[in-house]
């Protein structure tokens, strides 16, 4: 997993990614998005599959995924995986 293949992740897969990754995360909508440096309604269009998250964004959103070591990797690969088909 590195960074410049997230980077590459299109959506809508990397939309599906953030929302499983909120999911797993347990925190609230705003939680979220402060942790990421947004408000709700920039979650809500990532989530949505409307907008990618901004370079900065990405870079924590990758961060988050190795601090959860192999449920990021697969939660990364599964969706990676998906979008190569």
């Not at 409307?50 to 900065?56: A, F, L």
């Not at 870079?59 to 190795?66: C, P, W």
């Amino acid at each position: 997993m590195t960074a410049t293949k997230f980077q590459r992740l299109p959506q809508p897969y990397i939309g599906r990614l953030i929302c499983e990754l909120h999911k797993e995360s347990g925190l609230s909508e705003e939680e979220f998005a402060s942790y990421f440096h947004v408000i709700i309604p920039t979650i809500n269009r990532w989530e949505r599959k409307q907008v990618r998250p901004s370079p900065m964004a990405q870079r924590l959103i990758f961060s988050e995924l190795e601090k959860m070591g192999d449920r990021g990797k697969m939660l990364f690969e599964r969706y990676q995986t998906h979008a190569l088909k």
